[in-house]
């Protein structure tokens, strides 16, 4: 509703852009829908474009674009309205190394402006660029580890060990039970 459209931004594992729309509408969407100022909406959508590296596509409809770019459109919609907290499922599981890069950081830098962001996931890379780890398994928060001043490369390490520790005890008791 109301609340949800203003405070929270959502970034899809599958992009969710509607397809008979260009990528520039799609991305213009939430301010439209908050009957922001027009020509505000498609600066701002302009702007984000060209952080985004997109902005070759907004004149283009979805299944013209690749699947890295449809992510980015997604994530570009996600954040356009300036929402207090965004909430991800899989949010580089299309793109590549690089882009994965720019927008990890990206949502980093959005967090130290004071945005909550919720990353699901199960790469423990992505994990790192969190100030917080939480791991869950069957539904239960089995973990929870804080950055503090770990550097990226500790916290990797730190997760890696959690849920390594995790997946050969699962397997280990799975063994047993047979």
């Known amino acids: 509703s109301r609340f949800r459209r203003k405070y929270i931004g959502f970034i899809f594992q599958n992009h969710n852009l509607i397809s008979s729309l260009f990528i520039m509408?799609?991305?213009?969407?939430?301010?439209?829908?908050?009957?922001?100022?027009?020509?505000?909406?498609?600066?701002r959508v302009n702007q984000l474009a060209k952080k985004l590296k997109i902005e070759h596509i907004l004149q283009k409809k979805p299944?013209?674009?690749?699947?890295?770019?449809?992510?980015?459109?997604?994530?570009?919609?996600a954040i356009i309205s300036n929402p207090k907290i965004i909430i991800c499922d899989e949010p580089t599981g299309n793109l590549d190394s690089e882009n994965s890069?720019?927008?990890?950081?990206?949502?980093?830098?959005?967090?130290?402006?004071?945005?909550?962001?919720?990353?699901v996931t199960h790469d423990s890379m992505i994990a790192s660029y969190a100030k917080k780890f939480m791991y869950l398994r069957d539904g239960t928060v089995r973990s929870v580890i804080n950055k503090n001043n770990a550097s990226q490369e500790e916290f990797y390490d730190a997760i890696v060990k959690i849920t390594t520790q995790d997946s050969l005890l699962k397997k280990f008791i799975k063994r047993n039970q047979e």
């Not at 509408?25 to 600066?43: E, S």
């Not at 299944?63 to 919609?77: L, N, T, V, Y």
């Open 101 to 119: 890069h720019e927008v990890l950081s990206l949502l980093s830098d959005l967090n130290k402006q004071g945005i909550a962001i919720v990353i």
């Open 63 to 77: 299944f013209e674009c690749s699947g890295g770019e449809k992510q980015r459109a997604a994530i570009a919609r």
């Open 25 to 43: 509408d799609n991305i213009a969407t939430p301010l439209i829908l908050a009957k922001n100022d027009i020509h505000d909406t498609y600066d």
